[in-house]
């Protein structure tokens, strides 16, 4: 008669497996922990410039705008009507540096937290009052029309001459200086965009931007700041910035 074997020997080889199996996983964790600490002690505008905290950002940040940002922007950046491009390096709001980026993932845009963005919103000029914030006069519709070949002549486009001197008139008397400048170049600190390099949000045809004019625009971006770790809020920025055609490596 056969001996009969001991299980003790396959018992311990059972254990060792799993002891090695949570050594490893705890060495994982703590290697994970330790590069999201470098993640957030690291200057944000210089991570892109630094190969192992730029592939660990981008790692985390890419699921992480997958799973929250996707959804309007698009999963390849590229947004729609509404909904900014992230790929082309128009910044409408900062210079698109990963610290602005971040500053608006965490508090948002018009988001309702008191951190967020909401120096400006685009007036409703068809309205008997266009501002809130500020008296600015309501626009009559050939005034509209006017403004819009002015807007249209920015872009390089083709625009009725007269109408486009008329226009001049009017962004004077409407206040568009105050936002956009008296060059119509835009500001950053205040979210104004652009008016003469042919990016256009809403849609570039005659007919948005007269719904612009009239109508107004006032964009929302949520608030992450209860929902995201720092550390995802981080690494997402620096995968928004990733997708511009102009990345920032420095300061």
């Known amino acids: 008669m056969l ?17 090695a199996g949570l050594l490893l996983y705890a060495g994982l964790t703590a290697r994970r922990h330790s590069r999201e600490a470098d993640l957030l002690r690291a200057d944000p505008d210089l991570i892109l410039a630094k190969p192992g905290l ?24 590229r947004g729609s009507p509404g909904e900014p491009d992230l790929t ?26 008191p951190k967020g963005w909401n120096l400006a919103s685009m007036p409703v000029y068809a309205s008997v009052r266009p501002y809130v914030a500020e008296p600015l006069p309501s626009l009559a519709p050939g005034e509209v029309d006017d403004v819009v070949q002015l807007l249209l002549s920015f872009e390089g486009r083709a625009a009725d001459a007269q109408a486009v001197e008329r226009g001049r008139a009017v962004y004077a008397k409407a206040g568009c200086w105050d936002c956009h400048g008296n060059d119509a170049r835009g ?13 256009t949000l809403y849609g ?28 995802e809020i981080r690494a997402v920025a620096v995968y ?10 420095g300061p």
């Open 88 to 113: 082309d390096a128009d910044w409408i709001y900062g210079e698109g540096r990963v610290s602005e980026i971040e500053a608006i993932v965490r508090y948002g845009i018009r988001s309702g937290n």
């Open 204 to 231: 570039g045809t005659a007919m948005a931007l007269r719904q612009s004019v009239e109508h107004g625009r006032r964009g929302v971006s949520p608030s992450f700041a209860g929902t995201l770790t720092s550390t």
């Open 3 to 19: 001996p009969i074997l001991s299980r003790k020997p396959v018992r311990w080889v059972a254990v060792l497996i799993v002891v």
């Open 187 to 199: 500001e950053g600190a205040v979210g104004a965009p652009d008016l003469r390099d042919a990016i």
């Open 54 to 77: 730029r592939d660990a950002a981008l790692n985390i940040g890419h699921g992480v705008f997958e799973q929250h940002c996707a959804g309007c922007h698009g999963t390849e950046g």
């Open 240 to 249: 928004v910035k990733s997708l511009s055609h102009g990345v920032m490596e």
